[in-house]
């Protein structure tokens, strides 16, 4: 047990882990349970996730909620996802406050219902002064839409003589995005098999490492991050340069 307890021993952890937890339906399915089964245990694993990640050194966990794209699904499946994202929400106040947790919501918020809307306020009010784990939910998120609203954001601010032309560059595109302030994760991990991004973090994945795993996001435990990190170390990240070959 102490050797398995001790599998990252001089590998580098990354800063920042992204996730998009998928799998949950197929999850249920193979278990010839309903798919809010799976969604309900697919937020257990997220509670889990994050604590072991910080306790293995991750500093950011942003994770992939509910997309732009997840409206198009059945209205009784939405429907429980909303009241299951409301109980989240207001145990996340609680479970901030014991864990030393700093939530963001990311993501187009105003589309989303008013209570909703008034739950994740309270909860980023609440948790701001919390300086453990920053976890980064994306509701009613698109990457493309996310870039949209920046780009109508810095127009705005050109049309006001608040920004020049000449101020607009990555650093400054970067500034007006939902992660405001918050690196660029170091490493992505996809579950349940599906290898693409799936509009999410379009911008800021331009340089971070991939990791797809077959396992369903409800299996996903402390030995599957320990392997993503383990794979992440055999990686030798460029950022578009060329490797030191000396």
């Known amino acids: 047990m102490g050797m398995k307890e001790n599998r990252l021993d001089g590998l580098a952890i990354p800063k920042h882990v992204a996730f998009i937890m998928d799998g949950n339906g197929r999850w249920a399915r193979a278990k010839g349970k309903k798919r809010t089964t799976g969604h309900r245990e697919g937020s257990r694993t997220l509670k889990n996730i994050c604590k072991v990640?910080?306790?293995?050194?991750?500093e950011y966990v942003t994770v992939y909620a509910f997309s732009t794209e997840n409206w198009k699904r059945s209205d009784e499946e939405v429907a429980f996802l909303m009241r299951l994202l409301r109980q989240y929400l207001k145990e996340?106040?609680?479970e901030a406050e014991k864990n030393n947790m700093r939530i963001k919501v990311i993501g187009h918020i105003e589309g989303l219902p008013r209570d909703i809307?008034?739950?994740i306020e309270l909860l980023e009010k609440v948790s701001i002064q919390y300086d453990g784990l920053k976890l980064q939910i994306?509701?009613?998120?698109?990457g493309r839409d996310e870039i949209v609203r920046a780009i109508k954001k810095i127009n705005h601010e050109l049309e006001t003589d608040v920004l020049q032309h000449s101020d607009i560059n990555e650093d400054l595109v970067s500034r007006y995005l939902d992660t405001s302030g918050i690196p660029d994760p170091d490493l992505m991990i996809r579950t349940s098999g599906e290898v693409r991004l799936s509009n999410f973090l379009l911008w800021q994945l331009?340089?971070?490492?991939?990791?797809?795993?077959?396992?369903y996001w409800p299996d996903f435990d402390k030995n599957a991050l320990?392997?993503?990190?383990?794979k992440y170390n055999?990686?030798?990240r460029r950022f578009g340069g060329l490797a030191d070959e000396t």
């Open 53 to 58: 990640a910080y306790e293995l050194g991750v």
């Open 234 to 236: 055999e990686t030798e």
């Open 206 to 215: 331009a340089y971070t490492e991939f990791y797809f795993t077959e396992k």
């Open 92 to 94: 996340s106040v609680q």
């Open 226 to 230: 320990e392997d993503a990190i383990i």
């Open 138 to 142: 994306a509701l009613n998120y698109g």
């Open 117 to 119: 809307q008034d739950k």
